[in-house]
Protein backbone atom coordinates (compact mmCIF):
# COMPACT_ATOMS: atom_id res chain seq x y z
CA UNK A 1 0.00 0.00 0.00
CA UNK A 2 3.12 2.54 1.01
CA UNK A 3 4.33 1.99 -2.43
CA UNK A 4 0.94 3.13 -3.95
CA UNK A 5 1.01 6.30 -2.30
CA UNK A 6 4.51 6.70 -3.51
CA UNK A 7 3.92 6.17 -6.87
CA UNK A 8 0.39 7.96 -7.04
CA UNK A 9 2.64 11.36 -5.31
CA UNK A 10 5.59 10.58 -7.92
CA UNK A 11 2.85 10.99 -11.12
CA UNK A 12 0.89 13.93 -9.98
CA UNK A 13 4.25 15.60 -9.55
CA UNK A 14 5.12 14.43 -12.81
CA UNK A 15 1.71 15.37 -14.29
CA UNK A 16 2.37 19.29 -13.41
CA UNK A 17 5.25 19.59 -14.99
CA UNK A 18 4.07 17.69 -18.15
CA UNK A 19 1.09 20.42 -18.21
CA UNK A 20 3.53 22.81 -17.74
CA UNK A 21 5.86 21.32 -20.59
CA UNK A 22 2.18 21.57 -22.52
CA UNK A 23 1.37 24.94 -22.07
CA UNK A 24 4.09 26.51 -23.38
CA UNK A 25 2.83 25.79 -26.84
CA UNK A 26 -0.68 26.98 -25.81
CA UNK A 27 -0.58 29.84 -23.68
CA UNK A 28 -0.21 33.37 -25.50
CA UNK A 29 2.35 35.80 -25.10
CA UNK A 30 1.50 37.77 -22.26
CA UNK A 31 0.70 34.54 -20.01
CA UNK A 32 4.00 33.20 -21.27
CA UNK A 33 5.75 35.53 -20.13
CA UNK A 34 4.12 35.81 -16.51
CA UNK A 35 4.13 32.08 -16.23
CA UNK A 36 7.92 31.63 -17.10
CA UNK A 37 8.46 34.10 -14.25
CA UNK A 38 6.35 32.34 -12.04
CA UNK A 39 8.58 29.53 -12.10
CA UNK A 40 11.34 30.74 -11.49
CA UNK A 41 10.25 32.61 -8.48
CA UNK A 42 8.35 29.16 -7.35
CA UNK A 43 11.57 27.59 -7.46
CA UNK A 44 12.85 29.94 -5.04
CA UNK A 45 9.52 28.96 -2.78
CA UNK A 46 10.21 25.57 -3.12
CA UNK A 47 13.41 25.91 -1.46
CA UNK A 48 12.31 28.29 1.28
CA UNK A 49 8.91 25.73 2.08
CA UNK A 50 11.94 23.33 3.08
CA UNK A 51 13.16 25.41 5.36
CA UNK A 52 9.84 27.02 6.44
CA UNK A 53 7.12 24.31 5.64
CA UNK A 54 9.52 21.27 6.47
CA UNK A 55 11.75 22.01 9.04
CA UNK A 56 9.46 24.93 10.96
CA UNK A 57 12.55 27.47 10.50
CA UNK A 58 10.97 30.97 9.45
CA UNK A 59 13.76 32.78 7.62
CA UNK A 60 12.98 36.78 6.89
CA UNK A 61 16.46 36.83 5.06
CA UNK A 62 16.18 34.77 1.98
CA UNK A 63 16.63 38.12 0.02
CA UNK A 64 20.29 38.04 0.67
CA UNK A 65 20.33 34.30 -0.73
CA UNK A 66 18.63 35.48 -4.14
CA UNK A 67 20.31 38.43 -4.00
CA UNK A 68 23.62 36.06 -3.52
CA UNK A 69 22.39 34.25 -6.79
CA UNK A 70 21.44 37.02 -9.06
CA UNK A 71 24.62 39.35 -7.97
CA UNK A 72 27.05 36.05 -7.80
CA UNK A 73 25.51 35.62 -11.54
CA UNK A 74 25.60 38.94 -12.93
CA UNK A 75 28.49 40.16 -11.44
CA UNK A 76 31.44 37.82 -12.99
CA UNK A 77 29.37 38.29 -16.28
CA UNK A 78 29.38 42.19 -16.80
CA UNK A 79 33.18 42.58 -14.44
CA UNK A 80 34.95 38.75 -16.08
CA UNK A 81 32.81 38.03 -18.93
CA UNK A 82 31.84 34.91 -18.13
CA UNK A 83 30.17 32.57 -20.35
CA UNK A 84 26.70 32.35 -18.95
CA UNK A 85 26.91 28.70 -17.49
CA UNK A 86 29.85 29.44 -15.67
CA UNK A 87 27.60 32.41 -13.71
CA UNK A 88 24.65 29.99 -13.47
CA UNK A 89 27.04 27.96 -11.18
CA UNK A 90 28.99 30.74 -9.64
CA UNK A 91 25.44 32.52 -8.59
CA UNK A 92 24.58 29.03 -7.08
CA UNK A 93 27.87 28.68 -5.58
CA UNK A 94 27.70 31.91 -3.46
CA UNK A 95 24.63 31.51 -2.10
CA UNK A 96 25.47 27.99 -0.83
CA UNK A 97 28.62 30.08 0.98
CA UNK A 98 26.53 32.94 2.00
CA UNK A 99 23.82 30.66 3.48
CA UNK A 100 26.38 28.57 5.13
CA UNK A 101 28.13 31.59 6.88
CA UNK A 102 24.49 32.95 7.75
CA UNK A 103 23.30 29.23 8.83
CA UNK A 104 26.57 28.91 11.36
CA UNK A 105 25.78 32.32 13.21
CA UNK A 106 21.48 32.31 13.11
CA UNK A 107 20.61 28.70 14.20
CA UNK A 108 22.68 29.60 17.37
CA UNK A 109 19.43 31.50 18.14
CA UNK A 110 15.42 30.31 17.70
CA UNK A 111 11.84 31.63 17.08
CA UNK A 112 11.48 35.17 17.04
CA UNK A 113 15.37 35.70 17.61
CA UNK A 114 16.05 33.65 14.56
CA UNK A 115 13.66 35.93 12.21
CA UNK A 116 15.46 38.90 13.46
CA UNK A 117 18.99 37.65 12.48
CA UNK A 118 18.03 36.00 9.28
CA UNK A 119 16.54 39.86 8.90
CA UNK A 120 19.26 41.89 10.04
CA UNK A 121 21.47 39.60 7.81
CA UNK A 122 19.66 40.67 4.60
CA UNK A 123 19.38 43.73 5.48
CA UNK A 124 23.45 44.46 5.75
CA UNK A 125 23.28 42.25 2.32
CA UNK A 126 21.22 44.96 0.68
CA UNK A 127 23.22 47.89 2.64
CA UNK A 128 25.98 46.18 1.17
CA UNK A 129 25.16 46.35 -2.09
CA UNK A 130 24.17 49.70 -2.28
CA UNK A 131 27.48 50.63 -0.82
CA UNK A 132 29.43 49.04 -3.22
CA UNK A 133 27.71 51.00 -5.80
CA UNK A 134 30.02 51.39 -8.10
CA UNK A 135 30.07 47.56 -8.75
CA UNK A 136 26.19 47.23 -8.23
CA UNK A 137 24.76 50.24 -9.44
CA UNK A 138 22.88 49.86 -6.76
CA UNK A 139 18.79 50.84 -7.02
CA UNK A 140 19.31 51.59 -10.17
CA UNK A 141 21.14 48.07 -10.93
CA UNK A 142 22.34 47.15 -14.47
CA UNK A 143 21.28 44.71 -17.85
CA UNK A 144 23.10 42.02 -18.90
CA UNK A 145 23.67 41.65 -22.56
CA UNK A 146 21.07 39.92 -24.63
CA UNK A 147 24.37 38.78 -26.11
CA UNK A 148 25.97 37.32 -23.46
CA UNK A 149 22.95 35.45 -21.89
CA UNK A 150 23.12 32.63 -23.97
CA UNK A 151 24.02 28.93 -23.22
CA UNK A 152 25.99 26.60 -25.59
CA UNK A 153 23.32 27.09 -28.53
CA UNK A 154 20.48 28.44 -26.38
CA UNK A 155 19.27 32.33 -26.45
CA UNK A 156 17.98 32.77 -23.14
CA UNK A 157 16.35 35.69 -23.58
CA UNK A 158 14.39 34.52 -26.19
CA UNK A 159 10.93 33.74 -25.05
CA UNK A 160 10.86 29.48 -26.05
CA UNK A 161 13.99 28.94 -24.72
CA UNK A 162 13.17 31.11 -21.52
CA UNK A 163 10.02 29.40 -20.97
CA UNK A 164 11.84 26.15 -21.15
CA UNK A 165 14.49 27.03 -19.07
CA UNK A 166 12.43 28.07 -16.09
CA UNK A 167 10.29 24.89 -16.40
CA UNK A 168 13.98 23.18 -16.51
CA UNK A 169 14.66 24.77 -12.91
CA UNK A 170 11.50 24.53 -11.44
CA UNK A 171 11.58 20.91 -12.41
CA UNK A 172 14.75 19.73 -11.02
CA UNK A 173 14.04 21.72 -7.68
CA UNK A 174 10.78 20.19 -7.72
CA UNK A 175 12.01 16.17 -7.52
CA UNK A 176 15.30 17.07 -5.75
CA UNK A 177 12.34 18.37 -3.36
CA UNK A 178 9.74 15.63 -3.33
CA UNK A 179 13.06 13.42 -3.36
CA UNK A 180 14.24 14.78 0.03
CA UNK A 181 10.49 15.27 1.97
CA UNK A 182 10.47 11.67 1.56
CA UNK A 183 13.49 10.76 2.32
CA UNK A 184 14.65 9.43 6.01
CA UNK A 185 16.40 12.82 6.04
CA UNK A 186 13.22 14.67 5.28
CA UNK A 187 11.34 12.83 8.15
CA UNK A 188 14.48 14.47 10.72
CA UNK A 189 13.69 18.09 9.37
CA UNK A 190 10.08 17.08 9.81
CA UNK A 191 10.82 15.87 13.55
CA UNK A 192 12.53 18.91 14.06
CA UNK A 193 9.52 21.19 13.04
CA UNK A 194 7.51 18.73 15.53
CA UNK A 195 9.33 18.53 18.81
CA UNK A 196 12.82 19.12 18.39
CA UNK A 197 13.74 17.90 21.64
CA UNK A 198 12.41 14.35 20.91
CA UNK A 199 14.12 14.60 18.18
CA UNK A 200 17.97 15.34 19.74
CA UNK A 201 16.83 12.35 22.40
CA UNK A 202 16.61 9.99 19.25
CA UNK A 203 20.26 10.67 18.66
CA UNK A 204 19.96 13.23 15.56
CA UNK A 205 22.34 16.56 15.56
CA UNK A 206 19.43 19.39 15.15
CA UNK A 207 22.06 22.19 13.96
CA UNK A 208 23.45 19.46 11.68
CA UNK A 209 20.08 19.55 10.20
CA UNK A 210 18.71 22.95 10.42
CA UNK A 211 22.17 23.78 8.50
CA UNK A 212 21.39 21.37 6.11
CA UNK A 213 18.17 22.38 5.41
CA UNK A 214 19.00 26.12 5.79
CA UNK A 215 21.83 25.43 3.18
CA UNK A 216 19.82 23.59 0.49
CA UNK A 217 17.05 26.43 0.76
CA UNK A 218 19.67 28.89 0.33
CA UNK A 219 20.95 26.49 -2.93
CA UNK A 220 17.25 26.78 -4.25
CA UNK A 221 17.17 30.49 -3.95
CA UNK A 222 20.66 30.85 -5.46
CA UNK A 223 19.52 29.42 -8.35
CA UNK A 224 16.09 30.83 -8.63
CA UNK A 225 18.06 34.06 -8.47
CA UNK A 226 21.27 33.42 -10.67
CA UNK A 227 18.50 32.42 -13.37
CA UNK A 228 16.33 34.97 -12.89
CA UNK A 229 19.52 37.37 -14.09
CA UNK A 230 20.44 35.16 -16.85
CA UNK A 231 16.31 35.12 -18.31
CA UNK A 232 15.29 38.38 -17.43
CA UNK A 233 18.34 40.27 -18.01
CA UNK A 234 18.40 42.68 -15.17
CA UNK A 235 20.27 42.74 -12.04
CA UNK A 236 19.74 45.08 -9.24
CA UNK A 237 19.34 45.88 -5.54
CA UNK A 238 16.05 45.71 -4.97
CA UNK A 239 16.13 41.71 -5.42
CA UNK A 240 17.87 42.39 -1.83
CA UNK A 241 15.48 44.07 -0.33
CA UNK A 242 13.07 42.96 2.37
CA UNK A 243 10.15 42.60 -0.37
CA UNK A 244 12.21 39.73 -1.44
CA UNK A 245 12.63 38.01 1.59
CA UNK A 246 8.32 38.55 2.56
CA UNK A 247 7.32 36.78 -0.92
CA UNK A 248 8.43 33.79 -0.19
CA UNK A 249 7.00 33.71 3.14
CA UNK A 250 3.82 35.07 1.07
CA UNK A 251 3.48 32.37 -1.57
CA UNK A 252 4.35 29.53 0.60
CA UNK A 253 1.70 29.95 3.46
CA UNK A 254 -0.91 30.67 0.17
CA UNK A 255 0.08 27.37 -1.34
CA UNK A 256 0.22 25.41 1.72
CA UNK A 257 3.45 25.30 3.63
CA UNK A 258 4.32 22.13 3.87
CA UNK A 259 3.48 20.68 0.93
CA UNK A 260 5.63 19.86 -2.51
CA UNK A 261 3.22 21.60 -4.69
CA UNK A 262 2.11 24.33 -2.50
CA UNK A 263 4.97 27.22 -3.50
CA UNK A 264 3.91 26.98 -7.48
CA UNK A 265 0.35 27.02 -6.50
CA UNK A 266 0.80 30.27 -3.90
CA UNK A 267 3.07 31.65 -6.69
CA UNK A 268 0.65 31.53 -9.67
CA UNK A 269 -2.01 32.90 -6.98
CA UNK A 270 -0.44 36.02 -6.46
CA UNK A 271 1.31 36.89 -9.29
CA UNK A 272 -2.78 36.42 -11.08
CA UNK A 273 -4.24 37.77 -8.06
CA UNK A 274 -2.17 41.47 -8.68
CA UNK A 275 -2.51 40.74 -12.66
CA UNK A 276 -6.33 40.64 -12.39
CA UNK A 277 -7.05 43.03 -10.04
CA UNK A 278 -4.74 45.90 -11.57
CA UNK A 279 -6.75 45.31 -14.25
CA UNK A 280 -9.70 47.50 -13.12
CA UNK A 281 -8.63 49.48 -9.98
CA UNK A 282 -5.09 51.02 -8.89
CA UNK A 283 -5.95 49.59 -5.34
CA UNK A 284 -4.49 46.31 -6.90
CA UNK A 285 -2.43 45.59 -3.43
CA UNK A 286 -5.57 46.54 -1.33
CA UNK A 287 -7.40 43.76 -2.81
CA UNK A 288 -4.17 41.16 -2.57
CA UNK A 289 -3.99 42.19 1.12
CA UNK A 290 -7.75 41.43 2.02
CA UNK A 291 -7.73 38.12 -0.51
CA UNK A 292 -4.61 37.05 2.08
CA UNK A 293 -6.23 37.86 4.90
CA UNK A 294 -9.43 35.84 3.93
CA UNK A 295 -7.38 33.43 2.82
CA UNK A 296 -5.78 33.11 6.36
CA UNK A 297 -8.75 33.05 8.04
CA UNK A 298 -10.34 30.42 6.11
CA UNK A 299 -7.56 28.24 5.15
CA UNK A 300 -5.15 28.98 7.59
CA UNK A 301 -3.33 25.61 6.32
CA UNK A 302 -2.89 27.33 2.78
CA UNK A 303 -4.41 26.11 -0.80
CA UNK A 304 -3.06 22.52 -1.07
CA UNK A 305 -2.70 22.23 2.70
CA UNK A 306 -6.53 22.64 3.05
CA UNK A 307 -7.00 20.06 -0.09
CA UNK A 308 -4.65 17.64 1.83
CA UNK A 309 -6.61 17.83 4.57
CA UNK A 310 -9.93 17.54 3.50
CA UNK A 311 -9.52 15.43 0.33
CA UNK A 312 -6.42 13.91 -0.61
CA UNK A 313 -4.44 12.47 2.77
CA UNK A 314 -1.52 11.30 0.53
CA UNK A 315 -0.57 14.63 -0.87
CA UNK A 316 3.54 14.99 -0.24
CA UNK B 1 30.38 -8.92 40.16
CA UNK B 2 32.16 -11.00 36.81
CA UNK B 3 29.81 -8.81 34.77
CA UNK B 4 31.06 -6.30 32.46
CA UNK B 5 30.39 -2.19 33.89
CA UNK B 6 28.44 -1.10 31.50
CA UNK B 7 27.96 2.57 32.55
CA UNK B 8 30.05 4.20 35.06
CA UNK B 9 29.83 7.65 37.60
CA UNK B 10 32.22 9.36 39.35
CA UNK B 11 31.68 11.74 41.96
CA UNK B 12 29.03 12.94 39.75
CA UNK B 13 27.68 16.57 41.00
CA UNK B 14 24.84 18.78 39.78
CA UNK B 15 24.23 22.73 41.54
CA UNK B 16 21.40 24.64 40.72
CA UNK B 17 22.39 27.27 42.01
CA UNK B 18 23.35 26.45 45.98
CA UNK B 19 21.18 23.35 45.47
CA UNK B 20 23.32 20.42 45.10
CA UNK B 21 20.20 18.11 43.39
CA UNK B 22 22.98 15.63 42.62
CA UNK B 23 25.87 15.26 44.72
CA UNK B 24 28.98 13.49 44.01
CA UNK B 25 27.28 10.39 43.21
CA UNK B 26 29.32 7.11 42.32
CA UNK B 27 27.54 5.26 40.30
CA UNK B 28 27.81 1.47 38.35
CA UNK B 29 26.11 0.02 36.44
CA UNK B 30 26.65 -4.06 34.86
CA UNK B 31 25.23 -5.27 31.68
CA UNK B 32 22.16 -6.94 31.22
CA UNK B 33 20.92 -5.68 34.75
CA UNK B 34 17.58 -4.22 35.48
CA UNK B 35 17.95 -1.37 37.69
CA UNK B 36 16.04 1.23 39.71
CA UNK B 37 16.85 4.21 41.19
CA UNK B 38 14.10 5.08 43.95
CA UNK B 39 13.91 7.84 45.87
CA UNK B 40 11.42 11.12 47.95
CA UNK B 41 10.40 13.60 45.62
CA UNK B 42 12.83 16.34 44.65
CA UNK B 43 16.18 13.30 45.65
CA UNK B 44 17.40 14.03 42.31
CA UNK B 45 16.57 11.24 40.11
CA UNK B 46 15.97 12.67 37.31
CA UNK B 47 18.25 15.21 37.62
CA UNK B 48 20.68 12.80 37.82
CA UNK B 49 19.48 10.52 34.55
CA UNK B 50 19.36 14.03 32.69
CA UNK B 51 23.19 13.70 33.20
CA UNK B 52 23.50 10.46 32.11
CA UNK B 53 21.66 11.40 29.06
CA UNK B 54 23.41 14.13 28.54
CA UNK B 55 20.10 16.65 28.75
CA UNK B 56 22.13 18.06 31.38
CA UNK B 57 25.36 18.86 31.86
CA UNK B 58 27.48 18.10 35.26
CA UNK B 59 29.20 20.34 37.60
CA UNK B 60 31.59 17.66 38.47
CA UNK B 61 32.51 14.60 38.04
CA UNK B 62 32.86 11.82 35.09
CA UNK B 63 30.49 9.46 33.10
CA UNK B 64 31.88 6.99 31.25
CA UNK B 65 30.06 4.16 29.01
CA UNK B 66 31.44 1.38 27.60
CA UNK B 67 34.80 2.44 29.12
CA UNK B 68 34.68 5.43 27.17
CA UNK B 69 34.55 8.89 28.68
CA UNK B 70 31.56 10.74 27.25
CA UNK B 71 31.11 13.29 30.16
CA UNK B 72 31.06 16.15 27.21
CA UNK B 73 29.95 13.88 24.96
CA UNK B 74 26.32 16.17 23.84
CA UNK B 75 22.94 13.94 24.24
CA UNK B 76 22.30 13.39 20.16
CA UNK B 77 26.04 11.26 20.07
CA UNK B 78 25.44 9.66 23.20
CA UNK B 79 21.94 8.26 21.57
CA UNK B 80 23.76 7.69 19.17
CA UNK B 81 26.18 5.26 20.73
CA UNK B 82 23.20 3.20 22.51
CA UNK B 83 22.19 5.39 25.64
CA UNK B 84 18.29 5.63 24.94
CA UNK B 85 16.05 7.93 26.89
CA UNK B 86 12.12 7.80 27.15
CA UNK B 87 10.29 10.82 28.75
CA UNK B 88 8.90 11.20 32.33
CA UNK B 89 6.49 13.34 30.46
CA UNK B 90 5.16 11.96 27.01
CA UNK B 91 7.12 13.32 24.41
CA UNK B 92 6.24 12.28 20.73
CA UNK B 93 5.63 13.26 17.56
CA UNK B 94 1.89 14.06 18.26
CA UNK B 95 1.36 15.72 14.42
CA UNK B 96 2.88 12.28 12.67
CA UNK B 97 2.08 8.59 12.08
CA UNK B 98 3.09 6.16 14.76
CA UNK B 99 4.78 4.65 12.16
CA UNK B 100 6.89 7.50 11.51
CA UNK B 101 7.57 8.27 15.27
CA UNK B 102 8.85 4.68 15.30
CA UNK B 103 10.81 4.95 11.97
CA UNK B 104 12.58 7.94 12.91
CA UNK B 105 14.15 5.79 15.87
CA UNK B 106 14.66 2.97 13.58
CA UNK B 107 16.39 4.61 10.77
CA UNK B 108 19.25 6.69 13.57
CA UNK B 109 20.05 2.79 14.63
CA UNK B 110 20.46 2.30 10.29
CA UNK B 111 22.58 5.42 10.44
CA UNK B 112 24.86 4.45 13.17
CA UNK B 113 25.18 0.68 11.77
CA UNK B 114 27.05 0.92 8.84
CA UNK B 115 27.12 -2.68 7.85
CA UNK B 116 23.59 -1.85 6.83
CA UNK B 117 24.73 -0.83 3.73
CA UNK B 118 22.40 1.14 1.49
CA UNK B 119 19.40 -0.42 0.48
CA UNK B 120 18.14 -0.09 4.25
CA UNK B 121 14.46 0.39 3.39
CA UNK B 122 12.58 -2.69 3.41
CA UNK B 123 15.13 -3.23 7.45
CA UNK B 124 13.74 0.09 8.32
CA UNK B 125 9.75 -0.70 7.74
CA UNK B 126 10.89 -4.48 9.63
CA UNK B 127 12.19 -3.44 12.61
CA UNK B 128 9.33 0.06 12.62
CA UNK B 129 7.12 -2.81 12.62
CA UNK B 130 8.57 -5.19 14.82
CA UNK B 131 8.98 -2.46 17.52
CA UNK B 132 5.51 -1.51 17.03
CA UNK B 133 3.90 -5.02 17.49
CA UNK B 134 5.96 -5.94 20.59
CA UNK B 135 4.09 -3.06 22.33
CA UNK B 136 1.23 -4.05 20.26
CA UNK B 137 0.27 -0.78 18.79
CA UNK B 138 1.24 -2.21 15.43
CA UNK B 139 -2.70 -2.56 13.97
CA UNK B 140 -2.46 1.20 14.68
CA UNK B 141 0.71 2.52 12.42
CA UNK B 142 -0.89 5.05 10.40
CA UNK B 143 -2.69 6.32 13.16
CA UNK B 144 -1.95 10.25 13.97
CA UNK B 145 0.11 9.43 17.28
CA UNK B 146 -1.37 12.36 19.24
CA UNK B 147 -4.71 10.93 18.78
CA UNK B 148 -3.46 8.24 20.60
CA UNK B 149 -4.79 7.52 25.18
CA UNK B 150 -2.44 8.25 27.15
CA UNK B 151 -1.28 4.68 28.04
CA UNK B 152 -0.84 4.36 24.16
CA UNK B 153 1.63 6.91 24.13
CA UNK B 154 3.22 5.55 26.50
CA UNK B 155 3.91 2.49 25.14
CA UNK B 156 4.90 4.41 21.98
CA UNK B 157 7.26 5.92 23.89
CA UNK B 158 8.71 2.58 24.57
CA UNK B 159 8.40 1.11 21.45
CA UNK B 160 10.63 4.76 19.70
CA UNK B 161 13.14 3.76 23.07
CA UNK B 162 13.00 -0.32 21.58
CA UNK B 163 13.28 0.65 17.67
CA UNK B 164 16.93 2.87 18.74
CA UNK B 165 18.05 -0.89 19.95
CA UNK B 166 19.78 0.24 22.60
CA UNK B 167 22.52 -0.64 24.96
CA UNK B 168 21.20 0.82 27.87
CA UNK B 169 17.57 1.90 27.75
CA UNK B 170 16.44 4.58 30.19
CA UNK B 171 13.01 4.62 32.05
CA UNK B 172 11.63 7.82 33.52
CA UNK B 173 8.89 7.45 35.56
CA UNK B 174 7.11 4.76 32.72
CA UNK B 175 4.04 3.80 34.73
CA UNK B 176 3.10 6.89 35.62
CA UNK B 177 -0.69 7.48 34.86
CA UNK B 178 -1.39 3.82 33.82
CA UNK B 179 -4.27 1.51 34.84
CA UNK B 180 -3.21 -1.23 36.87
CA UNK B 181 -3.92 -3.98 33.82
CA UNK B 182 -1.70 -1.54 31.97
CA UNK B 183 0.92 -1.52 34.24
CA UNK B 184 0.72 -5.68 34.13
CA UNK B 185 1.62 -5.58 30.24
CA UNK B 186 4.23 -2.92 30.95
CA UNK B 187 6.15 -5.36 33.21
CA UNK B 188 5.90 -8.12 31.36
CA UNK B 189 7.70 -5.78 28.61
CA UNK B 190 10.57 -4.78 30.32
CA UNK B 191 11.14 -8.12 31.51
CA UNK B 192 11.18 -8.85 27.75
CA UNK B 193 13.49 -6.13 26.98
CA UNK B 194 16.03 -6.66 29.79
CA UNK B 195 17.03 -9.63 27.90
CA UNK B 196 18.93 -7.72 25.17
CA UNK B 197 19.24 -4.36 27.36
CA UNK B 198 20.33 -2.92 30.18
CA UNK B 199 17.64 -0.79 32.09
CA UNK B 200 17.88 1.80 34.37
CA UNK B 201 14.32 2.49 35.59
CA UNK B 202 13.19 5.21 37.56
CA UNK B 203 9.80 4.25 39.23
CA UNK B 204 7.40 5.35 42.31
CA UNK B 205 5.62 2.33 42.00
CA UNK B 206 7.40 -0.17 44.62
CA UNK B 207 4.98 -3.15 43.27
CA UNK B 208 6.62 -2.39 39.85
CA UNK B 209 10.33 -2.26 40.84
CA UNK B 210 10.45 -4.83 43.73
CA UNK B 211 8.94 -7.25 40.69
CA UNK B 212 11.32 -6.20 38.03
CA UNK B 213 14.61 -4.70 39.45
CA UNK B 214 17.74 -6.74 40.15
CA UNK B 215 19.11 -3.83 42.35
CA UNK B 216 18.11 -0.49 43.35
CA UNK B 217 19.83 2.30 44.13
CA UNK B 218 18.19 4.65 46.71
CA UNK B 219 18.62 8.48 46.20
CA UNK B 220 18.29 10.88 48.85
CA UNK B 221 18.70 14.81 48.58
CA UNK B 222 21.27 14.41 45.53
CA UNK B 223 22.97 11.50 47.85
CA UNK B 224 23.22 7.50 47.37
CA UNK B 225 21.27 6.50 50.47
CA UNK B 226 21.78 2.58 49.79
CA UNK B 227 22.32 0.03 47.38
CA UNK B 228 21.10 -3.62 47.02
CA UNK B 229 19.21 -6.08 46.21
CA UNK B 230 15.44 -5.58 46.60
CA UNK B 231 14.95 -7.57 49.38
CA UNK B 232 17.93 -5.87 51.22
CA UNK B 233 16.77 -2.35 50.54
CA UNK B 234 13.45 -3.30 51.72
CA UNK B 235 15.10 -4.54 54.91
CA UNK B 236 17.27 -1.12 55.49
CA UNK B 237 16.62 0.67 58.34
CA UNK B 238 17.85 4.20 56.51
CA UNK B 239 15.82 3.86 53.94
CA UNK B 240 12.50 3.10 55.60
CA UNK B 241 12.92 6.18 57.28
CA UNK B 242 13.29 8.21 54.48
CA UNK B 243 10.92 6.71 51.82
CA UNK B 244 9.11 3.79 52.55
CA UNK B 245 7.08 5.72 55.17
CA UNK B 246 7.68 2.91 57.82
Request: charged share 15%; aromatic share 10%; glycine share 12%.
Amino acid sequence: MNGMVLDRALALHLGVVALLFVLQFILPAYHHGIVARVLVLASFALGYNILFGYTGLLSLGHALFFGAGIYGTGLVMREFGWPASAALFSGILSAVTVSLIVGFLALRTVGVAFMIVTLMFAQAGYLTSLYFNEFTRGDEGFVLQQATRVIGPFDLSEPTTRYFAALLLFAIGLLIKLALVRSSTGRVLVSIRENEERSRMLGYNPFRYKLLALVVSGAFAGAAGAMYGLLFGYVGATFVTIQYSIFPLLWVLLGGAGTVLGPLVGTLFMFYLVDLTSGFTTASLLVVGVSLVVLILWFPKGLLGTVRQRVLPWLP
Amino acid sequence: MAAVTLLSARGLTRAFGGLRAVDQVDFDLPAGQVRAVIGPNGAGKTTFVNLLCGRLAPSEGSIHFEGKDITRQPAHARVASGIAYTFQITSIFGKLSLYDNVALAAQRRLISDKTAGRAAGGLLHRRTMAALERVELAPLAQQIAGSLSYGHQRLLEIAMGLALGPKLLILDEPTQGLADGEIENFVALVRGVADEATVLLIEHNMGVVMNLADRITVLNFGKVLAEGSPAEVRADAAVQSAYLGA
